[in-house]
């Protein structure tokens, strides 16, 4: 028998735009209308539609569950996220009874048990976690660390004891109360939990929906992003949750598979607002429209296809407007954006119907000199990068020098914000906190760009950042140019780093040997990287050849650069071809 149909896009309410105190509050409003979740699998076929008025009554239900089984007010709760209406319900329980949840990774497609075990151990440890809650193929590999650490609850939401429904209510979170727990995806470090409090959450969702995506009364929302990312989470449950969205969700993995499965849900429920990471839509161009299946799509409805979570890469995504132009896709649809989860999610969108808009700088002033200067008739070479827009109303951003005073326009320095949905700190963590804000709310971002007008250029991260010979070299741009240059390579397969090589900084790259079974095709592929890095970049660097599959990745799909240079300093890394300077 087949489930009834997902939720519908217009739920009957007045659209409230995350005017509330607590998560609590914003699904009390929304459980009186008929919009909600709608859970997909990977042939695009619904599996579950919950709208929010069964969602209340889920979570109120297993908040009763979860303090009855001995957790107290102020407890963490640790949840592997999958994308499941059990993890959902759980997050919203948390907030009902009181409790602070941190949803967490799935193991990912490469990897043992054993280390993710360890790995998820560590992160319940930083969490300081009382109970853990996991999918059912997962139980048993936890099973022993849930025994040692002294969990109060372990095991599935499902198989969590029943509770009396009589009683006083759980009592709900209040609005300077942490709502949850948001682990960095841990591109340059260990991820650290960033203690997201309510009220910083309702005031940056009320400025997505307001000033960032600009909420209609028929916007239906379409996600494949993990729920323990902050985009997922935040962007598309939350914001989703707080402004009555109906939301059609779909699994990081079964997109993975399937890419084409995003569109089609895009196009036969007529979602009109969806975001990914640049390397999503490279996957949708490389599968093909044919891969969507012999029905044609409908992409008109689609207002906002936005982009963050990494850098932004202009061609992919001209690339993706080009190829999906018949199905009815708009390019000035695209919506770049910038934030991070200090800043519970967003800091900054382009305008809308504005689609990309790139500033083309002279790269080599802009390595040498650190200016984001115009080219001119005398410029070698040229680097586009995409603008992010002006901050949202109440967020303040600057660009600082490394003592943090102000940078003019056209300066690139590392990147300051500060605002209403920023954190307080790192859960825990207070020396960390002191190391990225100030005591006047200043955040560190960690990230480097400049100022264009009221906007923000992004350029990369600054742990990141290679600097040889007095030159500031992007590592995206030499990943970026292998990828492009040389066949059969893929975004994802080139990590750029450098290390210390006689008291000078050396350029090293990490190729996946994609397309290369042999020797021979080994060393003809590493010779083509140095190449191409020489030719196009003017730099000598040690190409490594590692095998398919093993670059490191973090939690939401990123490359961790800090990670794979780690690795290949310990010796993890067993070179298959060495190109060498």
């Not at 198989?159 to 209040?174: H, I, N, V």
């Not at 300077?176 to 727990?181: I, K, P």
């Not at 586009?384 to 020098?401: A, Q, R, Y």
Request: charged letters at 20%; glycine letters at 12%; aromatic letters at 8%.
């Amino acid at each position: 028998m087949l489930p009834p149909g997902p939720t519908p896009t217009e739920g009957g309410l007045p659209r409230r735009f995350g005017d509330f105190g607590t998560l609590a509050d914003a699904l009390d409003y929304a459980a009186g209308g008929a919009t909600g979740l709608n859970f997909y699998n990977g042939k695009g076929e619904l599996a579950v539609a919950l709208p929010y008025r069964e969602l209340r009554l889920r979570a109120l239900s297993l908040a009763r569950r979860l303090l009855r089984a001995g957790l107290v007010r102020g407890d963490r709760v640790a949840v592997v996220a999958e994308t499941h209406p059990d993890v959902v319900a759980a997050f919203c329980a948390c907030q009902y009874a009181g409790l602070v949840p941190a949803l967490l990774p799935l193991p990912p497609a490469f990897g043992g048990k054993d280390a993710y075990v360890e790995h998820l151990g560590r992160l319940v440890g930083a969490a300081q976690a009382s109970a853990l809650f996991v999918p059912e193929p997962l139980v048993d590999w936890l099973a022993a660390f849930a025994r040692d650490a002294g969990l109060k609850a372990f095991g599935t939401v499902a198989g969590l004891p029943e509770a009396p429904e009589d009683g006083a209510p759980p009592a709900p979170s209040r609005p300077e109360d942490v709502a949850y727990l948001q682990f960095s995806s841990g591109s340059t470090r260990f991820p650290t939990g960033v203690a997201v409090r309510q009220r910083a959450l309702m005031s940056n969702v009320e400025g997505i929906m307001r000033h960032g995506i600009g909420l209609r009364p028929d916007d239906r929302a379409v996600s494949w992003l993990p729920l323990y990312h902050d985009m997922g989470l935040v962007g598309f449950l939350l914001a989703s949750l707080a402004g009555q969205v109906s939301v059609d969700l779909l699994p990081p993995q079964d997109f993975a598979r399937r890419p084409q499965v995003w569109l089609r849900l895009l196009s036969s429920n007529r979602g009109t607002l969806t975001y990914s990471p640049s390397f999503g839509y490279e996957l949708c161009v490389r599968r093909g429209r044919a891969a969507a299946g012999p029905e044609p799509l409908d992409l008109s409805a689609w207002r906002v296809a936005g982009i963050g979570g990494d850098m932004i890469r202009p061609a992919v995504l001209s690339r993706f407007a080009e190829v999906f132009a018949p199905d009815g896709f708009r390019a000035d649809a695209f919506v770049p954006s910038y934030g991070m989860a200090e800043a519970t999610l967003a800091v900054s969108f382009a305008p809308l119907g504005a689609g990309l808009r790139t500033d083309t700088v002279d790269l080599d002033r802009l390595e040498r000199e650190g200016v984001a200067a115009t080219p001119d008739a005398d410029s070698r070479r040229v680097r586009s990068f995409v603008l992010c827009g002006p901050p949202l109303p109440g967020t303040e951003l600057e660009i600082g020098d490394a003592a943090g005073a102000p940078l003019p326009e056209r300066r690139v320095g590392r990147i300051l914000v500060r605002g209403p949905g920023l954190m307080r700190g790192y859960d825990g963590r207070p020396a960390e906190t002191a190391a990225v804000l100030s005591p006047d709310g200043w955040l560190d971002t960690g990230d480097l760009g400049y100022r264009l007008g009221s906007e923000v250029v992004v350029t990369g991260r600054a742990k990141d950042l290679i600097i040889v010979n007095g030159r500031n070299v992007w590592p995206q741009d030499l990943e970026w140019s292998v990828e492009q240059s040389v066949a059969p390579l893929r975004s994802g397969d080139v990590a750029a780093f450098s290390v210390e090589d006689d008291d000078a900084e050396a350029v090293v790259l990490l190729v996946e040997t994609r397309g290369a079974p042999d020797p021979r095709a080994r060393e003809a592929l590493a010779a083509a990287v140095a190449g191409t890095l020489r030719a196009r970049h003017g730099l000598e660097g040690r190409v490594v050849l590692v095998p398919t599959g093993s670059l490191p990745h973090t939690s939401s799909g990123k490359l961790s650069r800090v990670l794979a240079r780690a690795r290949y300093l310990q010796g993890d890394f067993a070179p298959l071809a060495v190109a060498a300077q």
